[in-house]
């Protein structure tokens, strides 16, 4: 089993920062993608980026693209979500998830470790 903890959530300004961090512990031996989600109230869950466990490639989504990057460090057996130039429309709940499988990286159901998410609120 996976344990997935986020950290860094909180309350930031329309084009403030914030830095979200996923820490990864258990058996990860089989993790071979760690991405972020986010959910907004009254909306469904919807995939932000990917990167591979190798840590080779990233994925993100169109309306984070150019302002959010993945990355991981290895040491510290983390996953971290840089957020800049935030909107009020980024305002949700933000989960880090692992997947184990081959699945398609879009679907929720690829992962089979969550973690208990962490909130942005993002004010004009």
């Known amino acids: 089993q996976v344990q997935l903890v986020e950290s860094g959530g909180g309350l930031v300004q329309a084009g403030g920062s914030l830095r979200l961090s996923c820490a990864i512990s258990?058996?990860?031996?089989?993790?071979?993608?760690m991405s972020w989600f986010r959910q907004a109230p009254g909306k469904e869950r919807e995939f932000v980026a990917f990167?591979?466990?190798?840590?080779?490639?990233?994925y993100y989504a169109d309306s984070v693209k150019g302002r959010f990057t993945i990355s991981r460090d290895n040491a510290k057996n983390t996953v971290s979500l840089q957020m800049n130039s935030l909107k009020p429309e980024d305002t949700a709940v933000y989960y880090c998830?692992?997947?184990?499988?081959?699945?398609?990286?879009?679907?929720?159901?690829?992962?089979?470790?969550w973690g208990q998410g962490t909130q942005v609120t993002v004010s004009s």
């Open positions: 998830a692992a997947r184990d499988g081959s699945s398609w990286y879009g679907d929720m159901r690829a992962y089979n470790n």
């Open positions: 258990g058996r990860t031996a089989s993790i071979n993608l």
């Open positions: 990167k591979t466990w190798s840590g080779g490639v990233t």
